[in-house]
């Protein structure tokens, strides 16, 4: 872009016939720009409005992933395209999509209204906000049913936040979730705030629970409860659930491990430490916002909540957890058992639905592969098998067996009718005999007779 006084020397050194080239260097700038002034089809100090384009491979990429998830995140496709080379930046990638219309519209969103919001005031160091998230379709692999839980909590001051994913939402795993993201978030603020989830207080009166107040002595922190109907009230959070939710779970592969999973999520929490805020009129980041709160360290050992889970027995006589396997003894294959395990213990004890303890474990690192295994349990599950080996031939498939007299009998008997056994059908009748035996008697006389 040229200025009013470099446009008009270049019109004056064009009139004491300069070249276009020889102006160019004068002016330092590009031969085009200047022949542009000088017929007149660019203003001086007027920038040239470029229509953003995207190279034809990812706009077409574009036109799929939104035609696909019409609410796709531009920021979700912004990490999509960069991992497939992708080089322009952000904001040229949402010019591109507005300017060539590649997303479609959608009639319900654009009825949505919104509504005014009070801005809060959130000291350093003063506040966490937590809340569960349900995500829809997990993997089949994952073995959870239709629904995924994870615990997500959020510094207010800062808006750094961390998550974790959790087996079910009751008490025990609602501690160990707590306590995980506290130590990645890096320590405790002063207080903790919730909606009215009920394993932290009595939804319909707001009291909280005896057993959360608990593990709240135990952190050393104080607990805010939102008013009914009022999710705003912990909006730094809910937005962390959101960018959650479209920025993570929403492109999650099926192939993916829980481990993976949450490797990934780690990995985004850490890479949205980076957002940039203006406080005081200076950009800083999240990171740089949290690493200021002042967090209190956590107590060295999580509050001692016990877990319990089901888990059902294999054909080896081992048992899953956290991505190991422990044995029990043989003689239990497909039966459900229950793995407790109190925080911050050692050991875990395998128990029968009747509560009967069947093994007792020190319980290996999560994820580890590990396979542990009782030597008492070892030589049982040995014994058991070496006793029901057989080298007999397995039976033959095709064989004819018909079916045998006592099947006959009973299938008679239910049909009604009546059967005759191979004893039934022997008669002895002594009047007969007797009968028969005179007539035989004759009858050799009289052949000894003609005899002589």
């Not at 961390?162 to 025990?172: G, Q, T, Y």
């Not at 160990?176 to 009920?198: P, S």
């Not at 805010?224 to 959650?244: F, M, T």
């Not at 294999?314 to 190991?324: H, I, K, P, T, Y």
């Amino acid at each position: 872009m040229l200025s009013w006084e470099a446009d008009v020397e270049a019109h004056a050194l064009r009139e004491q016939g300069w070249t276009i080239s020889a102006i160019a260097r004068h002016l330092g700038h590009d031969r085009k720009t200047v022949r542009a002034y000088l017929e007149g089809r660019r203003v001086p100090e007027a920038r040239v409005r470029r229509e953003p384009t995207l190279a034809e491979p990812f706009l077409e990429y574009c036109r799929l992933r939104l035609a696909e998830d019409p609410h796709l995140w531009a920021s979700t496709l912004f990490d999509e395209l960069t991992g497939l080379g992708f080089a322009g930046s952000y904001p040229s990638l949402t010019a591109a999509i507005r300017t060539h219309g590649v997303r479609p519209h959608c009639e319900p969103c654009a009825a949505s209204k919104g509504r005014d919001a009070a801005i809060i005031s959130h000291p350093a160091g003063e506040e966490t906000q937590w809340d569960w998230v349900e995500l829809p379709d997990p993997p089949l692999s994952w073995g959870v049913g239709g629904q995924a839980h994870l615990l997500v909590g959020s510094l207010a001051h800062s808006g750094q936040w961390r998550a974790v994913l959790a087996e079910s939402e009751d008490f025990p795993h609602l501690i160990e979730a707590l306590d995980r993201v506290t130590r990645k978030l890096g320590g405790l603020t002063r207080r903790w705030r919730f909606d009215r989830m009920a394993t932290v207080c009595s939804p319909s009166s707001g009291t909280v629970s005896a057993a959360f107040a608990q593990a709240a002595k135990h952190y050393a922190v104080a607990v805010d409860l939102c008013p009914p109907r009022h999710g705003n009230r912990k909006g730094v959070v809910e937005k962390a659930n959101h960018s959650a939710a479209q920025r993570w779970w929403r492109t999650l592969p099926d192939a993916t491990t829980i481990a993976d999973a949450q490797h990934g999520l780690d990995e985004l929490c850490e890479r949205l430490d980076g957002r940039t805020r203006r406080r005081d009129g200076e950009k800083v980041t999240v990171g740089e916002l949290a690493a200021g709160e002042g967090l209190r360290a956590a107590p060295a050992a999580a509050f001692p909540a016990e877990l319990a889970v089901v888990r059902t027995v294999s054909a080896q006589a081992l048992v899953a957890f956290r991505g190991n396997r422990y044995s029990v003894p043989p003689g239990m294959p497909g039966a459900q058992v229950v793995v407790r395990h109190r925080l911050g213990a050692d050991q875990l004890r395998i128990v029968t639905a009747t509560g009967a303890t069947v093994a007792v474990h020190r319980r290996a690192p999560t994820g580890a592969g590990a396979t542990v295994r009782d030597e008492g349990h070892v030589r049982a599950l040995e014994t058991r098998v070496l006793a029901e080996f057989t080298d007999a031939p397995p039976c033959r498939k095709k064989a004819r067996r018909p079916a045998g007299d006592a099947s006959r009998a009973e299938a008679a008997r239910l049909r009604g009718t009546p059967t005759a056994s191979s004893a039934d059908r022997v008669v002895i009748d002594m009047a007969a005999y007797a009968a028969l035996v005179p007539a035989a008697a004759r009858a050799t006389s009289t052949k000894a007779g003609e005899g002589r």
